[in-house]
Structure formats: C-alpha cells, structure tokens
C-alpha cells in the first residue's frame, strides 16, 4: 500500500506551529555554545592588582598568579611562598616553567614592589590549598603585627563547601605594603568537617 499524499490544505502550517517553531529556533541559538579562542601569553594583558580598601593592610594578589595552571599550583600546594622583589617573582614563574606540570608556558603577572621607585616596601605573601569538595575558599580570621620582633602574620582558614568528589586547589596571594622587611608568616588553618 501507498502512503497518502495530503492535499495542499492539509500542508498549510498553523500559526500557533510556526510561532512554536521560530521560539525553538531563538533558544537553539541562544544555548549554543562556542568555544572562544584561547589568547596567547602575549596576546593577555598583564594583570596587575589594584589597592583596595580592605579590613587589613593588603590586597588580593591572586590575579599575579592566575597564570599558573592547575598541575602546577597543586604541586605547590601547602607551601607558603613570600616574595619580596621582582627577581623572586620571576623565579616562581620560572620554576612553574620548568616543572613540567603546565603544558605550555605560564602566564607571568606583574607585582609593583617599589612604588616609589626606591627599596621595595611591598611584598607578596600566598598559597595554594588543596581540598576535596564542591568549593573551597580561604577567609582570613586576622593579622597580627609584632613591631618589637618585626613579625607580620596572617591567619586564615580553608572553607570546604559540600561533599563532591572534585579535586581544589585554591589560591590565597596578598600584596602587604609597609612589611617587606617583617618576618611575613602566613598560618592556615583547615575548616571544621561538614
């Protein structure tokens, strides 16, 4: 048997069908997802942090880091870094180079040591956690500052957000004017199981 060839009429589109159509069509393009082009290193400005009034005497330094990959940072993770002049700087970024751990060249950021163009009097103290979790973030519980023994330290704790089965690691870099030439300690401190 033959299958039935409808009549014109029977071909005619309903408007409610067309609508239907035209309203599918605008989601498709909207949900789509097209991966935008991966920058080179030298195609990516350089990040450089910006004072912000803050509680304490520093600033969130991770964008310096935010060229580090994955691999890298957490090999690094638990070892407290501070960096008191661009050579050290540098220095990090060359050791992420040469680990092996980041398949093409890291991102450098930038770091003002010397606002004044003179001795440095700024430093950057961080980290990298690594936690298991659906999210994890440091909060800083508080700086203590010892003139007499020139000590400058900040405490602060891992917060581990749910039970995922992810593998985190998260940054925590500061920039401290004043305390180049303080003993800057940073103490972590893990959160309490959830």
């Not at 039935?4 to 393009?29: D, F, K, M, Y």
């Not at 991966?35 to 509680?55: E, G, K, N, Q, V």
């Not at 957490?74 to 050579?87: Q, T, Y």
């Not at 004044?116 to 950057?124: F, L």
């Amino acid at each position: 048997m033959l299958p039935r060839v409808g009549t014109r009429s029977e071909l005619i589109i309903r408007p409610q069908a067309l609508i239907l159509l035209v309203i599918l069509a605008i989601i498709s393009g909207c949900v789509r997802d097209v991966p935008s082009p991966t920058p080179t290193p030298d195609d990516r400005p350089p990040l450089t942090p910006t004072w912000t009034p803050l509680p304490y005497a520093f600033i969130d330094a991770s964008p310096v880091m935010a060229g580090i990959c994955f691999d890298s940072a957490d090999d690094a993770a638990g070892r407290v870094f501070v960096l008191r002049s661009p050579a050290e700087l540098t220095d990090l970024f060359n050791q992420a180079d040469n680990s092996g751990f980041c398949t093409r060249p890291v991102v450098r950021g930038t770091f003002d040591f010397a606002p004044e163009g003179g001795e440095p009097s700024r430093a950057i103290a961080g980290l990298w956690s690594r936690a298991q979790g659906c999210s994890a973030n440091h909060e800083v519980l508080g700086v203590d500052v010892n003139e007499t023994e020139r000590i400058f330290s900040v405490r602060v704790r891992l917060v581990v957000g749910g039970t995922c089965d992810y593998a985190l690691v998260r940054p925590f870099w500061i920039g401290i004017s004043g305390y180049n030439q303080y003993d800057i300690r940073l103490l972590v401190e893990s959160s309490p199981e959830e």
